[in-house]
Structures are given as structure tokens and as C-alpha cells.
Nanobody, 125 residues
Framework: QVQVMESGGGSVQAGGSLKLSCTVSGYHYSYCLGWFREAPGSEREGVAASDVTGRTSFADSVNGRFTISQDNAKKTMYLQMDSLKPEDTNMYHC????????????????????WGQGTQVTVSS
């Protein structure tokens, strides 16, 4: 059974940085991991995605501020979030899909099959 676990959330002031981690277990082939955020009453937003080839995708709202790195041996993806803004405040979820990330719609939530419970990111002004 695939399991996805996030860590690294917290509180920071605007302009600060946080680094989130997403670790996968129970799967030994190529996969894609995506980061999504969802505030209460709002639609889920795809933030970033990356697969084992190192191909990455970012939402326009975070492009240039967020970066991704991976440790394939640890099956862990890191989301480095810099220049954080109050509007980045959200619950961040990591999600898994087997195979490489979609080239056309890597941030479409419906293609991901396993989800973590989320980690809260709060950015104060």
C-alpha cells in the first residue's frame, strides 16, 4: 500500500521561507508527486509537481518563489518555499501518482491516487 507523508509546515512572517518534505513508501517504480493547497471553502490548487526524472512544474502563483529538489534514494521530494506571502497560508498536501508526471496537466488533482494528510503553512504579514 502506497503511503505519502508530509512534514515541515509551520508559521513564518511574510518574506520568510519554509521547506516541506514529502516521503513515499510502499512503491518501487517511477512516480510523480504533486503539491496541492486548499483553504477552507476554497478550491484545491495545484502548486508544484515533479517526478523521478527531475521534470518539474509550478503554478504561476508560486513560479520563481518555490523550488523542488528530490532525494530519490530516500523517495523524498522537498518543496522549498521562499518569499512567502500571506496568501500562501494554506494546508499543503502531497499527492502520488504512478508513472511520470503528466506533460499536459501535471497539476490536475484528479490524476493523483494517494494523498497525505497535509501540513499547515501560515504566513503572517
Amino acid at each position: 500500500q502506497v503511503q505519502v507523508m508530509e512534514s515541515g509546515g509551520g508559521s513564518v512572517q511574510a518574506g520568510g521561507s519554509l521547506k516541506l518534505s514529502c516521503t513515499v513508501s510502499g512503491y518501487h517504480y517511477s512516480y510523480c508527486l504533486g503539491w496541492f493547497r486548499e483553504a477552507p471553502g476554497s478550491e484545491r490548487e495545484g502548486v508544484a509537481a515533479s517526478d523521478v526524472t527531475g521534470r518539474t512544474s509550478f503554478a504561476d502563483s508560486v513560479n520563481g518563489r518555490f523550488t523542488i529538489s528530490q532525494d530519490n534514494a530516500k523517495k523524498t521530494m522537498y518543496l522549498q518555499m521562499d518569499s512567502l506571502k500571506p496568501e500562501d497560508t494554506n494546508m499543503y498536501h502531497c499527492a502520488f501518482r504512478a508513472g511520470l508526471c503528466s506533460q499536459d496537466f501535471p497539476l490536475r488533482a484528479g490524476q493523483y491516487t494517494f494523498w497525505g494528510q497535509g501540513t499547515q503553512v501560515t504566513v503572517s504579514s
